[in-house]
């Protein structure tokens, strides 16, 4: 395994890739409440000029209440071929109906879809293609947004059959908007980590990428559309601030088990410090209950201790100052930087989250012990606490 391969020239075929002998790709949909999206999603698949006999549809609705479910059922009666489709009862996040997908998934490749999200007609096509003539373990393509949706920009600047983890914008898209060769997958067991309601897709995508032998980039023009709903009810959105700490807890566990200290882990967390940890005190923190502001600033403490040297000073002014502020535990100004910060506009919430946490189920899910039995960190900081 080569942690950060250079760019080179592209070869030919693997021979693991040959076609004919099963799907190209699959598609893997995990569904949530998504109507009218989802009708979109869908209809683009069907529109994919691959074929039908080269792809596979996986539909994994994890209890929809909204119609979402009839309209899964309608599309699979249409086209009995095409989609596999499964029902389970609510997991609160998507990383337990992308494992089921991956269960089910036949194609070489494995590619996940958003079900607010819709892909270009010839994005399949293309992808399979160069990811076998490049021999691609895992493949970006050049996302677009819809509804104010923030996608990476860096990594897209150009199509290239080799990238680098660091160095060419991968850190920054981190999502599982992906093409993965699903023997990769398969060989070392990646999975998501379903205790994860939000950013579940973090570690997996950074397993996949560390131990790829190449990741491509197809970037000549934009073949996934990412979709933020008018309701900014998308699971990233809705998770409230000591639920998103619990997971940015999870993804700097997952960088340092995957990454040696050094520039490369280091790349990633200023990521994360930029992203996840910020992001916590955003309009909603002073909403919050007391309780939870003050273990919401103790957790974030705990992780700008344990990995923020040579990374906070590195943030912008205004990042730098939150994340200061939440270390010292000052809420009274954490708040009133909040309150000054225009940018720092709330979406529009329905609810806490898809997992529906109240407020004493969030500082019980908050307080509650992290679970045992990750392996050490070997050279790293030591587990948090």
Same mark, same amino acid.
């Given at each position: ?171 920054? *898209? ?9 023997? +990769? #997958?398969?060989? /070392? &067991?990646?999975?998501?980590? $379903? ?96 309780? *939870? ?9 705990? +992780? #700008?201790?344990? /990995? &923020?040297?040579?990374?906070? $000073? ?72």
């Amino acid at each position: 395994m080569t942690p950060d391969p250079g760019p080179g020239p592209a070869p030919g075929p693997h021979p693991e890739t040959a076609p004919g002998t099963c799907p190209d790709v699959s598609v893997v949909v995990p569904v949530y409440n998504t109507m009218p999206y989802l009708t979109r999603c869908l209809s683009s698949l069907l529109e994919q000029t691959i074929g039908q006999r080269r792809m596979e549809v996986v539909v994994v609705d994890d209890g929809s209440t909204d119609g979402s479910a009839e309209e899964i059922e309608r599309f699979a009666a249409l086209h009995p071929g095409l989609f596999t489709t499964l029902r389970q009862p609510n997991s609160g996040g998507p990383a337990a109906p992308c494992n089921r997908g991956l269960e089910l998934a036949g194609g070489r490749y494995v590619f996940f879809l958003g079900a607010d999200d819709h892909l270009s007609p010839e994005a399949l096509e293309r992808m399979v293609t160069m990811a076998d003539t490049c021999r691609s373990d895992v493949l970006l393509c050049k996302m677009v947004p819809i509804g104010e949706r923030t996608v990476p920009t860096g990594v897209f600047s150009r199509s290239a059959p080799a990238i680098r983890l660091v160095g060419d914008g991968l850190p920054w *898209a981190l999502s599982n908007t992906k093409l993965f060769r699903r023997s +990769l #997958i398969e060989e /070392h &067991g990646i999975r998501y980590d $379903e205790t994860m309601p939000a950013f579940s897709d973090q570690p997996f995508v950074l397993e996949a990428c560390v131990r790829a032998a190449r990741i491509s980039v197809l970037a000549d023009k934009p073949h996934y559309f990412a979709v933020r709903r008018a309701d900014s009810s998308n699971i990233t959105y809705q998770a409230p601030p000591p639920v998103r700490l619990r997971c940015a807890e999870r993804l700097f566990e997952a960088t340092c088990r995957f990454l040696a200290p050094g520039p490369l882990r280091d790349a990633f967390h200023k990521r994360h410090f930029h992203v996840e940890l910020f992001q916590l005190f955003g309009a909603d923190f002073p909403t919050l209950p007391e309780e *939870a502001q003050l273990a919401v600033c103790t957790g974030a403490a705990r +992780l #700008i201790s344990t /990995h &923020g040297d040579g990374i906070l $000073e590195r943030l912008d002014p205004r990042r730098r100052r939150t994340l200061e502020l939440a270390w010292r535990g000052d809420v009274a100004a954490l708040c009133a930087e909040i309150a000054a910060d225009a940018e720092r506009t709330p979406p529009p919430l329905t609810g806490v989250g898809r997992s529906a946490l109240g407020r004493s189920a969030l500082m019980r899910w908050l307080m509650s012990p992290v679970p045992a039995g990750r392996p050490p960190r070997g050279g790293g900081p030591q587990p948090i606490s």
